[in-house]
């Protein structure tokens, strides 16, 4: 059971961990910015060429030290040369096998200061040629880190340019609903006016600068509206009533006139008033005699 309980509470933390390193992952892919990634490691690159750089320097200043040393134990045993022939040359034998004694050394430290010449020569050679390599791959990526900093710009910018036209942007979408929202407060307050309209015009409300309404007034003023709209409406039938065709174009010639007389002439309308239902006008009889293309008493046919 231990055993069981120490294996879940360890899946537990991995999961954990694991969910912790998906979410820091994914927060440092949204903050990380490419140019700022491309200028740092370009910035790294330039100091690794300053620290190769500073390597060829220490390397060059130790082969001239070297070098330096070499010169002074060369002048040293030529010196130590001379001094032994002089004292051969007095018969002093004996400082003549110590000055050579000197020189053996000398030439011995020569030697080996030769050795390391040699090998700080060698590497300072190899530390200017990874050096060149290494200005030129620095060159060439600080060329392709502004290719790549001028196209992630223009594409962001371009994103933003399709964002602002599609409206989808955090910038467009607020301008878009301030709009929204004023426009519906101007409907909301087109509607208010308009009702506050209808009622100051129904008397439902009261003119506070104009004073009190009055109701008989607006009563009065309302069947003078309503009198005056059956007025208008009775000049309109009487209008198209007196502008009824007079003759019958087209008709025989034997028929005609009696048609045209047996008409009643038009006489000029009064002012339309409905008439009573018991006082209706009854229709006029006409004659048969009268109509026209009818067969006549006494006629032969």
Known sequence: MYMKGTAARMGVM?????VFKAKANKALDKMEDPRETLDYSYQRQLELLTKVR???ADVATSRKRVELQMNQLQQQ???LQEQARKALGMGREDLAREALTRKASAQSQLDELQTQYAQLQAEEEKLTVASQRLQAKVDAFRTRKETIKATYTAAEAQTRINEAF???SEEMGDVGM???RAEDKTAQMQARAGAIDELMASGALDDAVGGKRDD????LDMMSASSDVERELAMLKGELTTGAPKQLEGASANGDAQAAQAQPQPQAQAPYAPPAPAEQAQPAAIPVADLPGEPQDGDGS
């Open 178 to 180: 301030a709009i929204q």
């Open 54 to 56: 500073r390597g060829v």
């Open 216 to 219: 008989i007034q607006s009563e």
């Open 77 to 79: 045993a030529n010196k």
């Open 166 to 168: 599609s409206g989808i």
């Open 14 to 18: 991995k999961r954990v961990s694991l």
